[in-house]
């Protein structure tokens, strides 16, 4: 099993700046890719950032720009640095990770969430 935890939500000001961070422990070597969904109240969970074990990321269209994902392969750690936020940008932001399993199948991992309010 992975454990994902996340932390740095909290409220701030549109415009300002935040970074989140997830921790994976427990079975966490050998994670392939890492993300960050978010959701709003009363909408869908959407993808917001990925990170890809060869390097690569993709991005929401929405944060574009905005937002920068990277990890540290090393601490099994991923962190979103989110720039620029909106008040639409307020939601329970969660991170991800998989991992393939000896038979061939992916696991998906989730963590608890970490609520992001973008208001003044």
């Known amino acids: 099993q992975v454990q994902l935890v996340e932390s740095g939500g909290g409220l701030v000001q549109p415009g300002g700046s935040r970074r989140l961070s997830c921790a994976a422990s427990?079975?966490?070597?050998?994670?392939?890719?890492m993300g960050w969904h978010r959701q709003a109240p009363g909408k869908q969970r959407e993808l917001v950032a990925r990170?890809?074990?060869?390097?690569?990321?993709v991005y929401a269209d929405s944060v574009e720009g905005r937002f920068t994902i990277s990890r540290d392969n090393a601490k099994n750690t991923v962190y979103l640095q989110m720039n620029s936020l909106k008040p639409e940008d307020t939601a329970v932001y969660y991170c991800?990770?998989?991992?393939?399993?000896?038979?061939?199948?992916?696991?998906?991992?989730w963590g608890q969430g970490t609520q992001v309010t973008v208001s003044s």
């Open positions: 991800n990770a998989f991992k393939a399993t000896a038979w061939g199948t992916v696991d998906n991992y």
């Open positions: 427990g079975r966490s070597s050998g994670l392939g890719a």
């Open positions: 990170s890809f074990s060869g390097g690569t990321s």
